[in-house]
C-alpha cells in the first residue's frame, strides 16, 4: 500500500511539474524561456526536488514534447469522428486546426531535433521515438479510414504539417529582439504572419498538391 500511494505520489508530482512548465512556457512566449527553478516553484517543491522526476530541464520538455504527441493523435481522432470522405482540403484542415490548438506542442517540435531528444540519456530518446512513432502511426490510420487520401499521401501531409508548425509558430512568436526590430521596420515584420491562417492555407495547398494527378 506505501508503494502504490508512493507512485501516484510521484506521478501528481510529475504531472505537476508537466503542467508548470507548459503553463510557463504559454506564458513566457515559448519554452526557451523555462527554466527548471521557475518549474519547481511554480509547481510547489524544491528547486532540488525536480531531479527525482527529470534528470534535466531537457528531459522535462522531452516529456512535454511526447505528451504533445498523445494530445494531438486524441484531437484528431476527436476532430475526425465518425466522417468519412473526407477531401484533401478537410484532411488538411483536420490537420492544422488540432495542431494550433496545441501551441506549446508547436514551439517543441523545433526544439526536440535540434536539442532535446539528442541530450538525453540513450533509453529516454528511445522512449521517446517509441511514443511518438506509434501516435504518428495511429493519426495515420485515423485519417486513412476516413479520408479520400492514401496513407503515402497522409504520411507526407503530416511530415508537411510537422515541419511548417516548428518553423512557422517560431516566426509568429518572435524573441523580444526580433520583434523590437520589426517594429522598427515594419516591412520585415511579414514574416511574423499569423500562425493559424498561413499553417492552414499552405497546408490545403500541399495537400492539394499531393492527392492530384
Request: net charge negative.
Amino acid at each position: 500500500m506505501q508503494r502504490a500511494r508512493s507512485a501516484d505520489d510521484k506521478a501528481r508530482r510529475s504531472e505537476a511539474l508537466l503542467a508548470s512548465a507548459e503553463g510557463l512556457a504559454q506564458e513566457l512566449g515559448g519554452v526557451r524561456y523555462v527554466t527548471l527553478a521557475a518549474v519547481t516553484e511554480r509547481a510547489g517543491l524544491h528547486r532540488t526536488g525536480v531531479r527525482r522526476y527529470y534528470a534535466s530541464k531537457e528531459e522535462l520538455l522531452l516529456e512535454l514534447a511526447e505528451r504533445g504527441w498523445g494530445q494531438w493523435r486524441d484531437a484528431v481522432l476527436a476532430e475526425v469522428g465518425d466522417r468519412t470522405g473526407l477531401a484533401p482540403a478537410a484532411t488538411a484542415a483536420t490537420l492544422s486546426t488540432t495542431l494550433t490548438g496545441l501551441p506549446v506542442f508547436c514551439d517543441l517540435l523545433t526544439h526536440v531535433p535540434l536539442t532535446l531528444e539528442g541530450d538525453v540519456a540513450l533509453e529516454r530518446a528511445h522512449r521517446y521515438k517509441t511514443n511518438a512513432f506509434a501516435a504518428h502511426d495511429e493519426i495515420v490510420a485515423t485519417l486513412a479510414a476516413a479520408s479520400t487520401m492514401t496513407p503515402v499521401q497522409l504520411q507526407d501531409l503530416i511530415a508537411t504539417a510537422l515541419a511548417l508548425s516548428a518553423y512557422l509558430w517560431q516566426l509568429a512568436h518572435p524573441t523580444p529582439t526580433l520583434a523590437a526590430l520589426y517594429d522598427q521596420v515594419p516591412e520585415w515584420g511579414h514574416v511574423a504572419l499569423d500562425f493559424a491562417p498561413r499553417l492552414r492555407d499552405l497546408l490545403k495547398a500541399s495537400a492539394t498538391g499531393l492527392a492530384g494527378p
